[in-house]
């Protein structure tokens, strides 16, 4: 028996003589305990994955594999340390058993010595057996002394593309060779930290790349507002000096042809700049609507107003159909009105001369609808959902380009939307036209007084105001007092801020139009100091400036400011402003 035992069975005599194979109690033991091991070793990684689930921090998740690693080999010491590439040293990620004395003890490792170094740098188990025999981690003898650590069994951890990220290590306090099992839960503990580490440096570059995408989307949005503001400075005088020249210019039919040309262009730069304004506005959402109750037909009207010289310039004929009851919705005229010109001037824009436009206006139940047809070259079925995206443009090559900016349709999506309303297109495809829909929830009519007070209202007689207008932009000051004297305004003009405010003194204006980065006092502190004088709180104090954000709206009217307008304004529009404001105060502080 006792010879049996070695080897695993014994050959015993049967009861017809005969030898059969009889398994010793010492195999049945061995194997007994082999099972033990592995319902040991299952436990733990059952333990292990429900420790996993219960935690999204990388250091918790590491300490977590590294224990079951330990536990494991039936120790309680290990390390895990990954690489870092700015120090190019292997740093303690996950430490068991081991105090802040030792760790700090231990420093960095350098790849290459001590097993973790080396099972990083070779890509390989590392086995220690005997921390004091072992020449290779002589360096750090004391440190094994110091700490209890007799044998170390190391594996390298490498990620699913093959580069080394560092190593997983337990330690023992006394000699000990690895068993094979143990060199099996080590490599899958190991590959299980890199599954850990690999997933968290995806989320990490992952939020690394959506922070550069916001940032540069906040450039971007910051580039826009910054460009169009500068772009309306240079804009405003050269309006302004048009206009001059239209009511005093030459009769010369060639110059007016220039004139007109130039109009042409400025108009449409006009356009592009506060295309360009309204993309900063939608993306920071700061577009504010003054809601009111609104007439469809004023809205379309406005609408068809505005467009009215892009449609007789391609010899467009435009039907308008209103219904015959009047309509009224909630909302913000001039915003509802942009939604209808952006449609109609597409509508003129896409189509060839001498097309067909209708505007049609119904209602259906507790909606309006409205809908602007044309017959012009139609949208592709594939572009029908993408043109209301920003930036969006129908690629039909180079010579059909109408020099837009693809931000129309999405800004009229979105002030639809602000309203409670949607917008659809329909298109039968290439030169079948364009039918764009927009739906508005409806309110009921106002009474017949309020409507007869808004009449009233409607109403005032421009007078001659005294007018001190103070821009450091010469061209752009001397424009507006030419403007302004045409309209019957007596006009002064200064150029910086001190001038403005002891001009003040001595002119008494009724109206001061300050534009507010300006030498010496800027346009704040000059209507600070007016404000101040007992004459000042009588004096209509207007901002005239390139920045129309929400916020620089608020920060005017709260610096004593009657009005914000932004440059550049359409002069005969601000000498009407000034002439019906009221002698006795402000005028209405909106704009
Ligand atoms: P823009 O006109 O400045 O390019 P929009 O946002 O207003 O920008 O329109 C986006 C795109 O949708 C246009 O470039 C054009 O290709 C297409 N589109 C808009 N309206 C029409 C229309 N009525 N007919 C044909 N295509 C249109």
């Given at each position: 028996m006792a010879l049996g035992a070695r080897c695993g069975y014994v050959l015993l005599p049967d009861k017809r003589g005969a030898f059969r194979r009889r398994i010793t109690v010492d195999v049945l033991r061995e194997t007994q305990e082999r099972l033990a091991e592995q319902v040991r070793d299952l436990s733990r990684l059952y333990d292990l994955s429900s420790r996993l689930e219960q935690t999204h921090e990388l250091p918790e998740q590491l300490l977590a594999i590294l224990q079951c690693a330990a536990a494991a080999h039936g120790t309680t010491q290990g390390l895990i340390c990954l690489f870092d590439d700015s120090i190019k040293r292997l740093v303690v990620a996950a430490r068991a058993g081991f105090d802040d004395a030792a760790v700090r003890a231990l420093g960095s490792v350098e790849p290459g010595t001590g097993a973790s170094g080396r099972a990083f740098t070779e890509r390989r188990r590392v086995i220690v057996m005997d921390t004091?025999?072992?020449?290779?981690?002589?360096?750090?003898?004391?440190?094994?002394?110091?700490?209890?650590?007799?044998?170390?069994?190391?594996?390298?951890?490498?990620?699913?593309?093959?580069?080394?990220?560092?190593?997983?290590?337990?330690?023992?306090?006394?000699?000990?060779?690895?068993?094979?099992?143990?060199?099996?839960?080590?490599?899958?503990?190991?590959?299980?930290?890199?599954?850990?580490?690999?997933?968290?440096?995806?989320?990490?570059?992952?939020?690394?790349?959506?922070?550069?995408?916001?940032?540069?989307?906040?450039?971007?949005?910051?580039?826009?507002?910054?460009?169009?503001?500068?772009?309306?400075?240079?804009?405003?005088?050269?309006?302004?000096?048009?206009?001059?020249?239209?009511?005093?210019?030459?009769?010369?039919?060639?110059?007016?042809?220039?004139?007109?040309?130039?109009?042409?262009?400025?108009?449409?730069?006009?356009?592009?700049?506060?295309?360009?304004?309204?993309?900063?506005?939608?993306?920071?959402?700061?577009?504010?609507?003054?809601?009111?109750?609104?007439p469809l037909a004023i809205v379309i009207t406005n609408a068809v107003e505005v467009s009215r010289p892009l449609i007789d310039a391609a010899r467009h004929h435009l039907t308008v159909e209103l219904p015959s009851e009047p309509l009224y919705v909630e909302g913000d005229s001039t915003r509802l009105s942009q939604v209808l010109q952006n449609l109609l001037n597409n509508a003129a824009k896409y189509t060839p001369p001498g097309g067909q436009i209708t505007l049609r206006a119904d209602r259906d139940g507790d909606t309006a609808i409205i809908r602007v047809r044309d017959t012009g070259i139609g949208i592709p079925p594939a572009m029908l959902d993408r043109v209301f995206e920003m930036f969006t443009q129908v690629d039909r090559g180079s010579a059909l380009s109408q020099g837009g900016l693809g931000i129309g349709l999405a800004l009229a999506q979105q002030l639809t939307q602000m309203h409670g309303g949607r917008i659809d297109v329909t298109s039968d495809g290439a030169g079948q036209g364009s039918e764009f829909t927009v739906r508005l929830p409806l309110c009921a009519a106002p009474s017949a007084v309020a409507e007869a007070a808004d009449r009233a209202g409607a109403f005032h007689r421009p007078a001659r105001r005294r007018v001190l207008v103070a821009d450091d932009n010469i061209d752009g000051a001397e424009s507006l007092r030419l403007n302004l004297e045409i309209h019957g305004h007596e006009v002064r003009a200064v150029f910086d801020g001190a001038a403005a405010v002891s001009l003040a003194e001595e002119f008494r204006p009724q109206i001061m139009v300050l534009d507010l980065g300006m030498p010496k006092l800027d346009g704040y502190e000059v209507c600070r100091r007016v404000r101040e004088r007992p004459w000042g709180d009588a004096v209509t104090i207007i901002a005239l400036t390139g920045w129309g954000q929400e916020q620089d709206r608020r920060r005017t009217l709260e610096a004593g400011f009657d009005r914000h307008l932004v440059k550049p304004v359409d002069p005969a529009y601000l000498a009407k402003l000034i002439g019906e404001a009221d002698e006795s105060g402000p005028i209405a502080a909106v704009g």
């Amino acid at each position: 028996m006792a010879l049996g035992a070695r080897c695993g069975y014994v050959l015993l005599p049967d009861k017809r003589g005969a030898f059969r194979r009889r398994i010793t109690v010492d195999v049945l033991r061995e194997t007994q305990e082999r099972l033990a091991e592995q319902v040991r070793d299952l436990s733990r990684l059952y333990d292990l994955s429900s420790r996993l689930e219960q935690t999204h921090e990388l250091p918790e998740q590491l300490l977590a594999i590294l224990q079951c690693a330990a536990a494991a080999h039936g120790t309680t010491q290990g390390l895990i340390c990954l690489f870092d590439d700015s120090i190019k040293r292997l740093v303690v990620a996950a430490r068991a058993g081991f105090d802040d004395a030792a760790v700090r003890a231990l420093g960095s490792v350098e790849p290459g010595t001590g097993a973790s170094g080396r099972a990083f740098t070779e890509r390989r188990r590392v086995i220690v057996m005997d921390t004091e025999t072992d020449p290779a981690v002589a360096p750090y003898r004391e440190l094994a002394r110091a700490t209890n650590v007799r044998a170390v069994h190391s594996v390298p951890l490498i990620s699913g593309s093959g580069e080394a990220m560092g190593a997983l290590s337990v330690h023992f306090s006394t000699p000990h060779f690895p068993s094979e099992r143990e060199m099996h839960q080590a490599d899958l503990l190991a590959q299980k930290a890199v599954l850990y580490i690999e997933r968290r440096r995806a989320e990490e570059a992952l939020r690394a790349s959506a922070r550069r995408l916001e940032e540069a989307d906040r450039r971007k949005d910051q580039f826009l507002a910054t460009l169009a503001h500068e772009l309306r400075n240079p804009l405003a005088p050269m309006r302004n000096a048009l206009h001059f020249m239209q009511l005093r210019g030459s009769r010369d039919p060639e110059m007016q042809n220039a004139r007109d040309m130039i109009d042409r262009q400025v108009r449409q730069m006009v356009r592009l700049v506060d295309d360009l304004m309204e993309v900063s506005r939608i993306t920071l959402g700061q577009i504010q609507l003054q809601s009111e109750l609104v007439p469809l037909a004023i809205v379309i009207t406005n609408a068809v107003e505005v467009s009215r010289p892009l449609i007789d310039a391609a010899r467009h004929h435009l039907t308008v159909e209103l219904p015959s009851e009047p309509l009224y919705v909630e909302g913000d005229s001039t915003r509802l009105s942009q939604v209808l010109q952006n449609l109609l001037n597409n509508a003129a824009k896409y189509t060839p001369p001498g097309g067909q436009i209708t505007l049609r206006a119904d209602r259906d139940g507790d909606t309006a609808i409205i809908r602007v047809r044309d017959t012009g070259i139609g949208i592709p079925p594939a572009m029908l959902d993408r043109v209301f995206e920003m930036f969006t443009q129908v690629d039909r090559g180079s010579a059909l380009s109408q020099g837009g900016l693809g931000i129309g349709l999405a800004l009229a999506q979105q002030l639809t939307q602000m309203h409670g309303g949607r917008i659809d297109v329909t298109s039968d495809g290439a030169g079948q036209g364009s039918e764009f829909t927009v739906r508005l929830p409806l309110c009921a009519a106002p009474s017949a007084v309020a409507e007869a007070a808004d009449r009233a209202g409607a109403f005032h007689r421009p007078a001659r105001r005294r007018v001190l207008v103070a821009d450091d932009n010469i061209d752009g000051a001397e424009s507006l007092r030419l403007n302004l004297e045409i309209h019957g305004h007596e006009v002064r003009a200064v150029f910086d801020g001190a001038a403005a405010v002891s001009l003040a003194e001595e002119f008494r204006p009724q109206i001061m139009v300050l534009d507010l980065g300006m030498p010496k006092l800027d346009g704040y502190e000059v209507c600070r100091r007016v404000r101040e004088r007992p004459w000042g709180d009588a004096v209509t104090i207007i901002a005239l400036t390139g920045w129309g954000q929400e916020q620089d709206r608020r920060r005017t009217l709260e610096a004593g400011f009657d009005r914000h307008l932004v440059k550049p304004v359409d002069p005969a529009y601000l000498a009407k402003l000034i002439g019906e404001a009221d002698e006795s105060g402000p005028i209405a502080a909106v704009g």
